[in-house]
């Protein structure tokens, strides 16, 4: 389990909602994965980021889903790819990601409570 944090310290993760426009696999990434671009409405916008989520997804599969992503860490160079969000998602049987997503449609750029 992992140490305790303060809500402010929480309130500080920025947490939202948004659609994937577009995906594509990224084969020069060390690991299987896959290139999104999520749209999270309002200010936020477009973001892109890439996921090791080859197991359960194809790139066709999620376009038009909705994820939720972190998207306030600073950008990440992933190999050639510039990553500005990290996407959430919780490890199967086999430790293989499947991602969170709410289980109605929502608006882009909602914030967890």
Do not use: C
């Not at 936020?44 to 980021?49: A, D, P, S, Y």
């Not at 510039?82 to 929502?106: F, H, N, T, W, Y």
């Amino acid at each position: 389990m992992a140490d305790n944090l303060d809500f402010d310290t929480f309130l500080k993760v920025d947490v939202r909602v948004g659609t994937v426009l577009r995906a594509e696999p990224f084969p020069e990434a060390r690991k299987p994965a896959i290139k999104m671009w999520v749209d999270f409405g309002g200010d936020i916008g477009e973001r892109k980021t890439s996921a090791q989520v080859t197991a359960h997804y194809t790139p066709d599969m999620l376009v038009g889903k909705q994820v939720v992503a972190v998207v306030n860490f600073p950008p990440r160079q992933i190999g050639p790819f510039m990553s500005e969000v990290l996407v959430l998602g919780l490890p199967d049987d086999a430790g293989e990601i499947v991602l969170l997503r709410p289980d109605q449609a929502v608006p882009n750029g909602g914030r967890m409570h």
